[in-house]
């Protein structure tokens, strides 16, 4: 599961990154609210943090600019204002929560798994041919058969299934797997690509995963 942390205070966003990774979450974090649209509306998210008061564009614009972009990332503002039209302004903006400072991040926490489940209910099965994936339990299926992945080899599957038929350009796939801390090694997609190929494509007449040249790779059910 991956997160962005949109929080201009160092002290607040060590705390919550290193919190956060205890958990096993990836985290993005970026203190400028315009970093944090970009990389929004470049990566694939889980959940979005947002401090209200942070540089750049304030949590307002940056919470109304990711709707306006149809991202639908649940966002969890942070906020030391507590009085209820405060609140309505955040939820009308498209939160999805908020949470009012100081809190405890045991409560951030129980928070963000509220999201991930409501998300997962939204869409927990995914199924091209044979091939199903149950985002709720990670369970992956080729036809009766069980297929044992990775952490990252899971993820590669999930985003190309939920983008069924459309090439997935490389870079975008290691935005998925790799946060923007962790040293990057250019043949590592390719190691990963081929051990999800070998589990679930090699035993089966129909092959799902494509590469195209200088491209990226696609998950599809269409013969060509």
Do not use: W
Request: glycine letters at 4%; a negative charge; hydrophobic letters at 40%.
């Amino acid at each position: 599961m991956k997160i962005l942390l949109i929080e201009d205070d160092p002290k607040i966003t060590a705390f919550l990154k290193k919190g956060l990774e205890e958990e096993y979450f990836c985290v993005d974090s970026v203190a400028n609210g315009d970093d944090g649209i970009y990389l929004a509306s470049v990566n694939s998210y889980d959940v979005i943090i947002l401090d209200i008061m942070i540089h750049g564009s304030d949590g307002y614009i940056v919470c109304q600019k990711i709707r306006d972009a149809k991202i639908t990332t649940p966002i969890i503002m942070l906020s030391a204002k507590s009085a209820i039209e405060d609140k309505v302004t955040f939820l009308n903006l498209g939160a999805d929560d908020y949470l009012t400072k100081p809190f405890s991040f045991e409560e951030l926490l129980a928070r963000i798994r509220v999201q991930l489940r409501k998300k997962e209910q939204k869409d927990n099965l995914i199924q091209i041919g044979d091939l199903i994936l149950n985002a709720t339990t990670k369970v992956v299926k080729r036809g009766e058969k069980i297929i044992t992945l990775t952490a990252k080899e899971y993820a590669i599957l999930e985003y190309l299934m939920r983008n069924k038929n459309a090439i997935i350009d490389e870079q975008i796939l290691m935005n998925t797997i790799m946060s923007f801390d962790d040293s990057i090694n250019s043949n590592l997609l390719s190691v990963y690509i081929y051990r999800l190929r070998t589990k679930i494509d090699k035993d089966f007449e129909v092959k799902l995963l494509k590469t195209y040249r200088n491209q990226g790779y696609k998950i599809s059910d269409e013969i060509f």
